[in-house]
């Protein structure tokens, strides 16, 4: 199994930075892909970024050029820093990890929002 820990969530002001942080633990040799998701209230949970163990990166349309996921291998820590932030990305962000042979795993969420 793997274990995720979201942190890092806050309420931030519109334009402003955050940068969230997920920390895998357990069978952390087996993941193939980790990615952030958010559901806004009231809408259902989206792929925002991904990043896979090669490092290949995919990213939401509504997000590109603002939001930039990276990684730290040694701490099996995955990173989502966020700029320029809307109104429209409040929404609890999840981490979420895929594996080889053992599925796929959600972290507990952590809570964005963005005032106007």
């Known amino acids: 199994q793997v274990q995720l820990v979201e942190s890092g969530g806050a309420l931030v002001q519109a334009g402003g930075s955050l940068r969230l942080s997920c920390a895998a633990s357990g069978r952390t040799l087996n993941i193939r892909r980790m990615a952030w998701y958010r559901q806004a209230p009231g809408k259902q949970r989206e792929l925002v970024t991904a990043?896979?163990?090669?490092?290949?990166?995919n990213y939401a349309d509504s997000v590109k050029g603002r939001f930039t996921i990276s990684r730290d291998s040694a701490k099996n820590t995955v990173y989502l820093q966020m700029d320029s932030l809307k109104p429209d990305d409040t929404g609890v962000y999840y981490c979420?990890?895929?594996?080889?042979?053992?599925?796929?795993?959600w972290g507990q969420g952590t809570q964005v929002t963005v005032s106007s």
């Open positions: 990043i896979t163990r090669d490092g290949t990166t």
């Open positions: 979420n990890t895929d594996t080889y042979l053992y599925g796929g795993y």
